[in-house]
Every structure is written in C-alpha cells, then in structure tokens.
C-alpha cells in the first residue's frame, strides 16, 4: 500500500504560483509513477502532470509551460510547481500513485486563483 498527504494549496491572485507537494509512505523510486490531478466545480478530474520512477514527464496542454513536475527521492516527495496560474486552475488537487497494479489517491488540497 502507498499514503499519500497532500499540501501546499491555497489563494492566489492570478499570475501567481503555487508549489504542491505529495509525501508518499514509500520511496517513490519504487512507484511506477506518480501523479497529480485536478477536479474543479462541475468537472471531471482530469490529468494534470505525471512522472514514471525513470524521470519521464507528461503534462495536459494547458499546463505545459507553466506547470512542473518533479522528485525527491530522499524526502519521498513529488512536487507540483505551479506558476502563471489562471482562474480556470482552481481546483481540488489530488496526488495520484501508480503501485503493483493498483491506484492510491491522497486526501487532495484547494488551490483557488482569483484576484
């Protein structure tokens, strides 16, 4: 099993950034992959960005350019930094976890963009 705890979210005005970050229970060396995704009012969650144990990224289009992804195998962290952030980003922001076949999510965190 992985527990995954979420933090970092909160108000910002547009423009701004954000930094997300995603504790996981285990080395995330050992996670096929981990991931972050966002589900707005009204939405269907929806892929934000995703990184595999080897250091691959992918992002949704509207995020690229301005969204990044990465690691800290030491600290058992995956991060989301999040810059230019636009109203439409508001969002509740989960931590996904791809392990031994199965999917783990974290309790998810509110980023809201608004002026």
């Known amino acids: 099993q992985v527990q995954l705890v979420e933090s970092g979210g909160g108000l910002v005005q547009p423009g701004g950034s954000l930094r997300l970050s995603c504790a996981a229970s285990?080395?995330?060396?050992?996670?096929?992959?981990m991931g972050w995704y966002r589900q707005g009012s009204g939405k269907q969650r929806e892929l934000v960005a995703r990184i595999t144990s080897g250091g691959t990224t992918t992002y949704v289009d509207s995020v690229k350019g301005r969204f990044t992804i990465s690691g800290d195998n030491a600290k058992n962290t995956v991060y989301l930094q999040m810059n230019s952030l636009k109203p439409d980003d508001t969002a509740v922001y989960y931590c996904?976890?791809?392990?031994?076949?199965?999917?783990?999510w974290g309790q998810g965190t509110q980023v809201t963009v608004s002026s």
């Open positions: 996904n976890a791809q392990y031994r076949l199965f999917d783990y």
């Open positions: 285990r080395t995330i060396f050992s996670i096929s992959s």
